[in-house]
T-cell receptor, first 114, second 110 residues
Framework: GAVVSQHPSWVICKSGTSVKIECRSL??????MFWYRQFPKQSLMLMAT?????????EQGVEKDKFLINHASLTLSTLTVTSAHPEDSSFYIC??????????FGPGTRLLVL | DAKTTQPTSMDCAEGRAANLPCNHS???????VYWYRQIHSQGPQYIIH???NNETNEMASLIITEDRKSSTLILPHATLRDTAVYYC???????????FGTGTRLKVLA
């Protein structure tokens, strides 16, 4: 139980284009979903928190107009990186929380912007 | 800032117990301590969590000190596949947000 999927697992795009990443909780309904970013040899950094049907809450320093988050249902959240640039290249990971505090993480999406 | 501190790295011989410490002296009385691990290029994997009592599951044991200022994750018989970065997390007060520290890079040696 408690499986979270992400799609795609990796993506390469040209600078200036937008990329959408999906995060799904497969066997439970997620009250809250979280998006993280991880650069090589660094820890995970929380980008934003999203609750179904409401606007995401972004961490300090994260541009909400650049990283659009939609949490349309209790099993799906999407992160769109708009007008991507090479510095946005990173490993993006989502997690989902049900009723308790435990978060279950997706496998991650590796983004490379050329 | 992360509410936990861990050693940067540890080595463990295959088949031996791996004991990973974590200091969480600022965690409050009703906040759980969570342990995850991240194998290279994958998302973090949930291991175990606890509040006051020691906990055990099929993956590991968690020993929490009586004053709750620290805990130890125990992998009873480490294998090469346990090589990973292990994170001890105390959620931010009043929220469900995880603030990751640097974790402990465990290397299991053959």
């Amino acid at each position: 139980g408690a499986v979270v999927s992400q799609h795609p697992s990796w993506v390469i795009c040209k600078s200036g284009t937008s990329v959408k990443i999906e995060c799904r909780s497969l066997d439970f309904q997620a009250t809250t979903m979280f998006w993280y970013r991880q650069f090589p040899k660094q820890s995970l950094m929380l980008m934003a928190t999203s609750n179904e049907g409401s606007k995401a809450t972004y961490e300090q320093g994260v541009e909400k107009d650049k990283f659009l988050i939609n949490h349309a249902s209790l099993t799906l959240s999407t992160l769109t990186v708009t007008s991507a640039h090479p510095e946005d290249s990173s490993f993006y990971i989502c997690s989902a929380r049900a009723q308790q505090e435990t978060q279950y993480f997706g496998p991650g999406t590796r983004l490379l912007v050329l | 800032d992360a509410k936990t501190t861990q050693p940067t790295s540890m080595d463990c011989a295959e088949g031996r117990a791996a004991n990973l410490p974590c200091n969480h002296s600022t965690i409050s009385g009703n906040e759980y301590v969570y342990w995850y691990r991240q194998i290279h290029s994958q998302g973090p994997q949930y291991i175990i969590h606890g509040l006051k009592n020691n906990e055990t599951n099929e993956m590991a044991s968690l020993i929490i000190t009586e004053d709750r200022k620290s805990s130890t994750l125990i992998l009873p018989h480490a294998t090469l596949r346990d090589t990973a970065v292990y994170y001890c997390i105390g959620p931010a007060s009043g929220t469900y947000k995880y603030i990751f520290g640097t974790g402990t890079r465990l290397k299991v040696l053959a």
